[in-house]
C-alpha cells in the first residue's frame, strides 16, 4: 500500500483567511485526488490533480475556492481560500495504486472559526 | 451518475454477533467496488476490494461478494469484535477516471 502523509494534520483558522494543505506520497503516481470529509458525513470528491495539467474540480467546486497545485509525480496541494466555518470538515487526499485502488492519507482536520 | 447506497446505522452488536451491513449501487459501465473502514481518530482504510462480477473480496474475516445482478456488495462477518467498532464506507470506482464515490457511511458499534 502507499505511504502518503499530509501536513498540517489539524488547524484552526480564522475566517477569511486561507489554508494550505500539502500531500506527499511515497513514490511517483498518475493520478492524486482531494476529498472532503464534512462532520458526521461521507467523502466527496472535491477534485482530480492532474500533473502537468490544471485540476479537474467536480460539481459545486470551484478552483477559486479551492486551488490546486501537483507540481510533480509525489506532491499536491490543496487550498481552502478565504474560509468560513462550512468549510470545517477533514480533508483527504488519495492516490491510486495496482491499477484501481485507492490509498489515502491521514486526513487534515480544519476547524474554522 | 454514480451512486452508493448504504443501510442507515448506527448498528449495535453484541460481540461474536453477525454482521451485515447492505450496500448496492448504480453505474454505467463496469466499477470496481470497495469497503473502506475508518476507527475512530483515524484516516481511512482499505478493507477488501472486488473488480469483477462475483469476485469475493476478503480481509480480516469480512467479507463482499460483487453481485451485478442485484448491484450489491454487501459487507458480512461472522463474528465481529469490539475491535471492528468503526465507521464503514462502501465506494465504487469509475472505470475512467478512478475517482471514487462513497456511501453515506454506517457506523458499527460492537459491545462486549
Not at chain 1, 464534512?38 to 486551488?67: C, M, R, W
Request: with cysteine.
Amino acid at each position: 500500500s502507499a505511504v502518503i502523509s499530509q501536513k498540517p494534520s489539524r488547524d484552526i483558522c480564522q475566517r477569511g483567511t486561507s489554508l494550505t494543505i500539502q500531500c506527499q506520497v511515497d513514490s511517483q503516481v498518475t493520478m492524486m485526488f482531494w476529498y472532503r470529509q464534512q462532520p458526521g458525513q461521507s467523502l466527496t470528491l472535491i477534485a482530480t490533480a492532474n500533473q502537468g495539467s490544471e485540476a479537474t474540480y467536480e460539481s459545486g467546486f470551484v478552483i477559486d475556492k479551492f486551488p490546486i497545485s501537483r507540481p510533480n509525480l509525489t506532491f499536491s496541494t490543496l487550498t481552502v481560500s478565504n474560509m468560513s466555518p462550512e468549510d470545517s470538515s477533514i480533508y483527504l487526499c488519495s492516490s491510486v495504486r495496482g491499477g484501481e485502488t485507492q490509498y489515502f492519507g491521514p486526513g487534515t482536520r480544519l476547524l474554522v472559526l | 451518475g454514480n451512486s452508493v447506497t448504504q443501510m442507515e446505522g448506527p448498528v449495535t452488536l453484541s460481540e461474536e454477533a453477525f454482521l451485515t451491513i447492505n450496500c448496492t449501487y448504480t453505474a454505467t459501465g463496469y466499477p470496481s467496488l470497495f469497503w473502506y473502514v475508518q476507527y475512530p481518530g483515524e484516516g481511512l482504510q482499505l478493507l477488501l476490494k472486488a473488480t469483477k462480477a462475483d469476485d469475493k473480496g476478503s480481509n480480516k474475516g469480512f467479507e463482499a461478494t460483487y453481485r451485478k445482478e442485484t448491484t450489491s456488495f454487501h459487507l458480512e462477518k461472522g463474528s465481529v469484535q469490539v475491535s471492528d467498532s468503526a465507521v464503514y464506507f462502501c465506494a465504487l470506482s469509475d472505470t475512467g477516471r478512478r475517482a471514487l464515490t462513497f456511501g453515506s457511511g454506517t457506523r458499527l458499534q460492537v459491545q462486549p
